[in-house]
């Protein structure tokens, strides 16, 4: 009864969490619209009081034929949103600034803490959670894809790692 409760509770949140993320592009290709990027799970922190940054992170597959480039981003909130990468060196956190970010046909690439991440700064106005920020990623061979992305304070952030992690956890029980 207990664990039954918790699984409903569980579905809600990844519902609310992740249902509302999820935006999918498409272009014109023949007679039907096809999807050639889809982009899922993105959020922007809130900023810190007192701080003009904050970072962005999202699911972005290619579902068509080709490799797509990924050359960064841009939003009113901010005038500069660069490419980032996290690397552990000597023990230390350290980010660095990437050109772009190529995406073969049907693969995806994983935005995440500690990893790939769209960095923002100089933000005019600090972020809020429940805001939703409009954000356009660039690609080098075909048209920008326009998103809404959620703004997510710290606690909602923990929140969906949490379940992230407890649906790693059941797919593997279930492989
Ligand atoms: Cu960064």
């Given at each position: 009864m207990k664990n039954s409760?918790?699984?409903l509770l569980l579905l809600?949140?990844?519902?609310?969490f992740f249902g509302v993320a999820n935006e999918l592009s498409t272009e014109k290709i023949g007679q039907g619209q096809k999807p050639l990027i889809s982009v899922?799970?993105?959020y922007i922190r809130s900023s810190i009081p007192g701080t003009t940054i904050t970072s962005s992170y999202m699911?972005?597959?290619n579902k068509g034929e080709k490799t797509v480039t990924l050359?960064?981003?841009s939003s009113k909130i901010s005038p500069r949103i660069e490419i980032h990468q996290h690397s552990l060196s000597d023990g230390m956190m350290r980010m660095r600034q990437l050109d772009s970010i190529d995406i073969?046909?049907?693969q995806r690439i994983v935005l995440q803490p500690s990893g790939l991440h769209l960095m923002f700064f100089d933000?005019?106005?600090?972020l809020q959670a429940q805001q939703k920020v409009e954000l356009t990623l660039i690609f080098s061979n075909k048209s920008p894809?326009?998103?809404q992305v959620p703004v997510y304070s710290p606690l909602q952030e923990h929140k969906l790692q949490k379940i992230e992690a407890h649906l790693a956890v059941q797919h593997s029980h279930h492989h």
């Open positions: 409760h918790l699984y809600f949140c990844t519902y609310s899922e799970r993105a699911i972005i597959e050359l960064g981003a073969n046909a049907k933000i005019k106005n600090p894809v326009t998103i």
